[in-house]
């Protein structure tokens, strides 16, 4: 019994499900500001650079059987056009079933919309389009009917449970808007954003009727970067996030500190509440940001995944340009 509830738990927390949701489905991340195209795609392109590279590796719960693992890659390229565009794939796997929830996007962000003295406070608008497939392999599954009272489980024993449907896949869409005041120089530089995903509500081809749909999922965003000396900033932010009658709250901050030329050293920490407590470590070299997270459980589910934590490490990269425009090197939120 203690097995089988740690695997539920692990189904609930890996899904974003806290203890009071029920229907949320995406994955989710601790550095969601390392993916932005997962976020909010009025981030694509939200950087001084003419392109960006970032990838990130979620593992969850690794002392139970079959964990929970997240990989994404993603790329965004800036123009002169006063659009921006990326792509972005995200890889889950879980459970002795080989389940996998893959989705791959295409982003667009429109970024002409500049008002203030100096065309300063900007406004981006960002589009999504994609696909998101799901499958699992059946063969790898056990069923009440294998197994015999006497002599145990026997995967060579007949099951009665017909599964039709290994594998489905569903047309997505999402949008999102983002603010930032970009002015240099200035003590303070505000942020933030909304999105909303699953515009088109996939549907679910898993569920019994196959006509269930994905809720959409809300999110909004905020933060302000702080300049505390010319060689140190802080910057507080939190993020929300909705998805049928699940939420996730998260608030944080991390100071960034300049050690070397060319070089930063970053440390903060988020909280999920409800759900983690999550330290962060990052350094930068160059146009390189590499960060570390570990998800410390603060819910009881910690007790029934024996206390197994979740490990986060991302990498991006980010290509020059022509031309520098350090106004927006700040809307690079790293925690």
Known sequence: MKKHLAIAAIILSALGIQQKAMAQSDPHFTQYYVYPSWLNPALTGAFDGAYRVAGIYRTQWGNISSPYSTQGVAADF????????????????????????????????????????????????????GLIQRRFDPTKLTFGDQWNPATGYNPGNPTSDILSSRTASSFDAGAGILYFNGTPNRRANLYAGFAMSHLTKPVDQFSSSKKETLPMRYTAHAGVKIKLSETASLTPNVLYLRQGTAEEKM???????????NTDFMLGGNYRFDDAASPFVGFTHKKMVLGVSYDINTSDLGKLVKGSNSFEISLSFT?????????????????
Not at 98 to 124: C, D, E, L, P
Not at 251 to 261: D, R, S
Not at 319 to 335: A, H, Q, S, Y
């Open 319 to 335: 290509g020059k340009r022509n031309i520098k425009t350090p106004e927006v090197d700040f809307i690079c939120p790293r925690l």
């Open 78 to 129: 800036t123009t002169n056009k006063n659009m921006n565009f990326g792509l972005s794939v995200l890889n889950q796997t879980a459970g002795d079933g080989g389940y996998r929830y893959t989705t791959a996007y295409v982003n667009m962000a429109y970024t002409g919309i500049r008002f203030g003295s100096m065309q300063t406070h900007r406004i981006a608008i960002g589009l999504q389009a």
């Open 251 to 261: 608030v944080g901050a991390y100071v960034q500190l300049n050690i070397a030329a």
